[in-house]
Structure formats: structure tokens, C-alpha cells
């Protein structure tokens, strides 16, 4: 019997173990939430509207949008947020601002396809005004052929202003994905 309690506690502590961390990993996670903390009060009030915070954590975030010029004062709040982050699901959030950086990336990579295909309109012509009028009906075939025609002239003479601009405004505006 005895035996069976030895066994068995000596299993205990073996657990035990395993839930236990390192104070210098303790330390490590303290650090990274305290610089996730910083990155949420750093980003505008809508950027973390569209976050699901609790309600604990929007008081913070209000607190330190009042304090963001008082460094001591703010560098100890940052710290009260991070213990709040711990004991917070972070899933959620993350989640979230990944929705936004993804968001960002698309709208970037949209804003490089319509200025690629005005450069190409400029230089191809009508060929390529064709084929875009077939993929969005949504355009009007004179106004495009008269913008294109005027952002032309102005890269000839490599003055690129205004017609060059309302090319890509109006690409953005009716040839949406």
C-alpha cells in the first residue's frame, strides 16, 4: 500500500511539472502580451472598435487614450492591460486583426491592379479598352475613350496630372471586382 501512495504521488509531482513554467518563460509571455497590449493602444479608436474587446478592456483602452502622453503613467497602464490579456481569450482578437491587416492587403493590391491597368489602357489603347468594356458593362465607352485619350497626351508630353488621375478614379469607381 504503501507503495501504491508512493507511485502515485510520485505521478502527481510529474504533472505538477509539466503545469509549472520557468520564471524566465513566465517573464518571456509577460513581455510579448505587454507589447501586444502597446500595439492595441497604439491603433486608432475605429480600428479597435472592430475588435471584440470585453468591456474591461475598452475601459483600459479609453483610460490610456487619456494618458498616451504620460510615458510612466502609460507604460504601467500597458502593464495592467497585459494582465488583463492574460486572463482574456485571445483567439477572438487576433482573429479579428487579421481580418483587418488582410483587409489592408487587399485594398493594396487592388489600388496596383487598377494603376497597372490605366498604364496599360494608356499605352495599348483600343484594344485593351474593348476588352475591359466587356468585362465591366458597367463603363461608358466614350468617357473612358476621352479619359484615356487625354491621360495619353499628357504622359507624352510626361506632364501625368489631372486627366491621368480621373483615369484611375473613374477604373476605381466602375471596374470593381
Excluded at 487579421?98 to 489600388?111: G, L, R, W, Y
Aim: aromatic share 4%.
Amino acid at each position: 500500500m504503501i507503495t501504491n501512495i508512493m507511485h502515485h504521488s510520485s505521478h502527481d509531482i510529474d504533472e505538477l511539472d509539466e503545469d509549472l513554467k520557468s520564471k524566465s518563460e513566465i517573464k518571456r509571455e509577460m513581455h510579448q502580451l505587454q507589447e501586444f497590449a502597446m500595439k492595441l493602444v497604439k491603433m486608432s479608436k475605429h480600428q479597435r472598435s472592430k475588435l471584440p474587446l470585453t468591456e474591461e478592456l475598452q475601459e483600459a483602452m479609453v483610460l490610456a487614450d487619456k494618458i498616451q502622453n504620460k510615458h510612466e503613467a502609460l507604460s504601467r497602464h500597458v502593464r495592467f492591460i497585459a494582465k488583463v490579456l492574460q486572463e482574456t481569450d485571445m483567439e477572438p482578437i487576433h482573429k479579428a486583426m487579421d481580418v483587418m491587416a488582410n483587409k489592408h492587403q487587399q485594398e493594396t493590391a487592388k489600388f496596383v491592379r487598377l494603376e497597372q491597368l490605366r498604364d496599360e489602357l494608356i499605352e495599348k489603347g483600343g484594344e485593351t479598352i474593348e476588352a475591359l468594356l466587356a468585362e465591366y458593362p458597367g463603363l461608358e465607352r466614350q468617357k473612358l475613350r476621352q479619359l484615356v485619350r487625354h491621360a495619353a497626351k499628357e504622359k507624352a508630353a510626361e506632364k501625368t496630372g489631372k486627366h491621368y488621375k480621373n483615369l484611375f478614379s473613374y477604373l476605381k469607381e466602375h471596374a470593381k471586382d
